[in-house]
Structures are given as C-alpha cells and as structure tokens.
C-alpha cells in the first residue's frame, strides 16, 4: 500500500496533494538560495558602482583626468588620480600571464584527451588538482624566494641575441631587480595553468568521437585530425577557457603583488617593475581612510576590476552562443 | 612572515608566564596558613615570593573588567600587543584586542566608534576631514623611530646626510659609488605613499621634496615584506622601523645607516639629536573611559615606559 502511494506521488496520479505537497519545501529552499544569489550579486554590483563614481561625483574629479599616467594624491597642485598605470599593469601581466600559459595548457589538455595513456592520466590529472588547490600566497612566496633572485643574478646584464653575420639581432636592458613584469607573469602562468587546461580538457572531450573515427577513416595521421578536425572544433571552448584564465589572471592581487615591485609607472619593459589594480588597492586600502578622495580613487579601481570581470563573462557568452548557433 | 611568527610565539610566551604568576598570586593567601611542617609547602615559599614581587612591580595598575579593541599602525601594533598582554597578565577580567590595518584603517575606524583605541603614526587632522578630527583626542604614548636600511652588499656606506638622503630619493644620485660605496646601481624600496612611515620620512628627513618613480623603484606592503625585498636586492635601500631592525632575525640581514652622523638609537631619538623620529598617537572617539583609560594610563606609567618600551624598540614619552 505504502508503495503504491509513493508510485501515485510521482506520477502525480492522486486527486489532492498532502499539506507536506502543497508547500513544497525543497522547491522553497532552493528557490531562496538561487534568488539570494542573485540579490547579493546584484548588491554587490550596486555598492561597487556607487563607491566607484563618489570620486568624480562627490569629490568633483574629471573622468578624463582618470586615465591620464600620473598617480601622485600627494601631489603639490593637489591630487592627480591617473589610473591608467594600473589598468595598463594590469593588461600587460595577465597578457604575458596568458602568452606563457595557453600554449602549454592547450597542449597539455590534448595530451590528456587525446594522447595519453591511462596509467599517464592517473599521474597528471591528480597532480593538476592539487595545483588548483595551492593557495596563492604560497606561489608569491616561492615566487619572491626563488624566481626574483633567479632572474636578477641569471639576467642581470644586459640581455643581447646575436646571430652570427648579422649581428645583434635583440637587445635590451637586463633586470636590475628581478621584480619584474616577467616575474608577475610567470608566476600567475602557472596559476592559470590548471582553469585554461581543464576547461580545454573538456571543451575536446565534447568533440564528437565521430569526428576522430571519421578523420582517422580518411587516412590523416592523429596530429592532422588534431590540428585540422579537433582544434577548429573545439576552438570556442579553447577561447573561453583562456578568456577565463584571463580573469582569474586579472583578479588575482597576493602573489602577483609580492613579485612585481609595484612601481606606479607604464609597463615600459619586461625586465621593469610594474604595477596592477589589485596590488594598488590592497596596498593603500589600509592607510587611507573611507570617504577620502585617495579611497575613492581605489573604489573607482575596484569598479574597473568589476567591468573587466562583467566583460568576460559578457565574451564568455557570446563566444557560447556562437557555439550553439552554429 | 617567518619573522611575524616568532614574535608572535614571543608575545605567547610572555602571555603564559604572565598567566602563571597571575594564578599564584591569587592562590598565595592560603600557602600562609599552611603549617610550615607540611611537605608539599616545601615549594610554596618561592612562589609567594615571585607573586609579592609581581604585586609590588604593579602599583599603579587601576583594574577595570570589561573588552576593548585596538586597531591601525603596524608600526604600534607591537607595543600594544605586549601592553596589552602585561595588562591583562594584572586584570583577568580584561580583554584587550590588538590588530594592525594601517593608520588610515585604525583613524577611521575609531571616528566610526567601531574601536576603542585607533593607532596612527600620523596626525588625524592629516588624514581625516576636520569635523571626524576633532572629535577624536590624541594620547602620545611612545615615540618611535626609522632607520634607513641597505642591503648587505652596499659596503662601506655606514653614514648618509639629509642633504644625500634627498639626493637619492629623489633620483638625482643613483649610484652608490658617489656616496662612497661600491659600483652598484641605487634600488629605491619604498613603502606606499598612503603609509605613515614614508609619510614621516618624506616630511622630517626629505623636506616634502617629491620622491624619484620608475624603473629603479619598489614598493612594498609591509616592515616584513621591505625587510625581505631589501635582503633579496643587490644595492637596495628602504626605511623601516626599529623595533623590527632590532629584531634579532632581521639584524644580522641588514646594514643600518646614521643619519648626519647620528647613529639611530632609542636615547638618541630621546634626546631629540636623531630626527627620523615621530610620535606614535593613540585616538580615542571623545575622552577615554572605563578599561580605555585604565589601559591608556597603564601605557604611559612606569611598567610599559620603563620595561617594555626599551625591551621592543620604542623611545619613551618625556614623564
């Protein structure tokens, strides 16, 4: 009897539904988590842009003036809140971040998909795992021990290719302290590493098997099925993992800020200290206070952060879309 | 952050004996009465000793129970944290809480009157609009001073004038062979231009001049992360506070520099000769009451002035 009640509750077979039915609970509970989700994001949303724009609403800063290179809010003539050093920081290590990243990543997921052998992806997909769980303070400290000393003693003159006949080819000067944009880059690289590789991983694996055998069918050897059949295939997949390795790659402010020297000035070379919007922020945070231009200035930051993040997310989706429509 | 820990594990092991005397001091009425015949009252002797000893060090502590915070200046944050510990070692009714943030942090968030107690090593009037200001009063409980530090490679540079400090930091002299060290391109560490430090810096020994930025300049967070990127950096040099270059683990990393030929010490920034020296303010929001007080005067009476302010690095207030 009791069975045939049960079977009558999911098929929806009985006339009138219990008390219990009616108020549904778990629907409820679920229903309040997703939309308290969306309401802290969108508080959130509200409180960032509201702190973002005091600085030129209250304190009567031009939105011009914001993106000139000049961050000095000592400044003699009052202060200047040039962000652009930061924003262009900011671009600069998480595109060298990426340059070192994908190409590694990318290969590394076809050889997961595509290449290895059983026993090879029960060693590399355990250890991938634990580099997504390594906090970022440890990469920071390892970075600021390890890789700042290497690259100042390993490149402290002047770097020089020559090329026998022609003559130097490339030069430019050396790290006179291995904090550097390089340093930055290298060291969020490897903690993209594992969001770029896993998200390819998949993106292939959702490649129809069809597509393989039907490739393989034809007489291609497995890197031109991989090269001509795979990557096209799989190439939105490829762009949003990278646009979200980018993100994470942006957002990032501990380790990066622990290797790059912070100095406020454009990215001028690889070898030179440079500065982000995160690491900016965290470092004045705690001397300024709420209210001052100097904090609304970072909050204004902190509103640029959140549209490089709503962008991607905004790349993210379209480049989905174009998947699905075509 | 390796250096952080072992003070931390310092302020521990103060707490803990603190903690002991505390308990024999209150238990030491009833090993009085016990017949001194007794065995086990074979040990009791030296504990009311070392507990009547604790009660005669400890006069002028007026005991208020109840939990007070304290946040800002990390360059303060040490004195405080071992004022605090020896403050509630005599009153075990007391807590006190201590943490760092910066002096911005500390200065609004005691304007807000969600602390008792903010630390700055800058003036509020400075930092706050006038109206948070002068609600605020300022208790001068220390003073404190910077040195300027090089990396250990930079030989033979044991002295630099204003007039050369200026030079340097602002850019115009870049090597350290025209001040009479070694071949070695000058590496500028600075702290941010919101923190007490370069502020105090900038001001007694730069004269407002505007500091050099670019390829040959740093920034970095903290004493810890300063103290670490000078010892990581051939021909560094930074400014940070005593009480961490006396600590023993960063000593031996850095070279300590005078300034116009004073060395930097506690009786010389006393005496007023050092000049890299600036007073370490405590704010409250309005007078102080209730356990603020108590704990404020306990700071600036013979304990915390005489014996933990020389022990961390701090020069004392004038009495």
């Known amino acids: ?326 | 952050m390796l250096l952080n820990g072992t003070r931390r594990f310092g302020a521990l092991a103060v707490a803990a004996a603190l903690v002991v005397t505390a308990c024999s001091s209150g238990a030491s009425p009833s090993p009085t009465t016990l017949p001194p015949t007794s065995t086990p009252a074979a040990g009791t002797p030296s504990v009311v000793t070392s507990a009547s000893a604790t009660a005669s060090a400890a006069p002028s502590v007026t005991c208020v129970t109840g939990s007070i915070t304290a946040v800002g200046s990390t360059a303060l944050q040490p004195l405080i944290q071992d004022a605090a510990t020896a403050y509630q070692g005599h009153c075990s009714g007391a807590t006190i809480t201590v943490s760092g943030g910066g002096s911005g942090t500390g200065l609004s968030q005691v304007a807000q009157g969600s602390v008792q107690i903010g630390a700055s090593d800058v003036l509020a009037a400075s930092k706050l609009p006038s109206a948070n200001a002068s609600k605020l009063v300022d208790h001068v409980v220390a003073r404190q001073g910077w040195i300027v530090v090089t990396n250990k490679g930079v030989t033979g540079v044991t002295n630099l004038t204003t007039a050369q400090n200026v030079a340097i930091w602002t850019g115009k002299t870049t090597n350290w062979k025209d001040v009479g060290g070694p071949d070695l391109p000058i590496v500028l560490i600075f702290r941010p231009q919101s923190s007490g430090t370069r502020a105090t810096f900038k001001a007694l020994v730069l004269g407002g001049a505007t500091e050099a930025t670019g390829g040959q300049t740093l920034t970095e967070d903290s004493n810890g992360a300063v103290t670490t990127a000078v010892t990581k950096t051939n021909g560094s040099v930074s400014v940070i506070g005593f009480s961490y270059y006396n600590d023993p683990n960063n000593k031996p990393l850095l070279n300590g520099l005078q300034l116009d030929g004073v060395d930097a010490t506690i009786a010389n920034v006393g005496g007023g000769t050092y000049k890299l020296a600036a007073d370490g303010n405590l704010y409250t929001n309005g007078e102080a009451t209730g356990l603020t007080k108590a704990f404020l005067d306990f700071m600036k009476g013979p304990e915390v002035q005489g014996t933990i302010i020389p022990k961390d690095s701090y020069g004392p207030i004038a009495q």
């Open chain 1, 1 to 326: 009897m009791a069975q045939l009640t049960s079977a009558q509750r999911i098929t929806g077979l009985r006339a009138t539904p219990s008390l219990l039915e009616r108020i549904d609970l778990p629907r409820r509970v679920v229903f309040v988590a997703a939309a308290s989700m969306v309401a802290i994001v969108a508080l959130l949303l509200a409180f960032i842009a509201w702190q973002g724009i005091q600085l030129f609403v209250k304190d009567g800063v031009s939105v011009g003036t914001i993106f000139s290179a000049t961050w000095n809010p000592l400044a003699d003539g009052g202060p200047q809140f040039g962000i652009l050093p930061f924003i262009a920081g900011t671009i600069a290590v998480t595109a060298g971040a990426l340059v070192i990243s994908t190409p590694l990543s990318v290969g590394l997921a076809l050889f997961l998909s595509e290449v290895a052998p059983s026993w090879a992806k029960a060693i590399v997909q355990p250890a991938l795992e634990i580099f997504v769980g390594i906090p970022s303070v440890v990469w920071g400290w390892l970075g600021i021990t390890v890789l700042v000393p290497f690259l100042a003693d390993t490149f402290g003159g002047s770097i020089v290719i020559s090329l026998p006949i022609v003559g130097r080819v490339f030069s430019m000067p050396g790290f006179l302290t291995g904090f550097s944009w390089l340093a930055g880059s290298l060291v969020l690289s490897i903690m993209v590493l594992p969001t770029i590789t896993s998200v390819s991983y998949d993106a292939f694996r959702a490649v129809p098997q069809e597509l393989r055998t039907g490739s393989l069918a034809l007489g291609t050897t497995r890197w031109q099925t991989i090269r001509h059949i795979l990557i096209p295939a799989a190439l939105t997949g490829v762009l949003t993992a990278v646009v979200l390795g980018m993100t994470r790659a942006a957002g990032e402010a501990l380790a990066v800020q622990m290797v790059i020297g912070n100095s406020p000035t454009l990215p001028a070379s690889i070898t030179q200290p440079v500065t982000t919007l995160t690491s900016q922020i965290t470092l004045d945070m705690g001397n300024t206070v709420f209210g001052e231009p100097w904090q609304d200035a970072l909050w204004t930051m902190s509103l640029v952060l959140l549209l490089i993040s709503v962008t991607s997310v905004v790349l993210v989706r379209m480049i989905n879309k174009r998947r699905m429509g075509s």
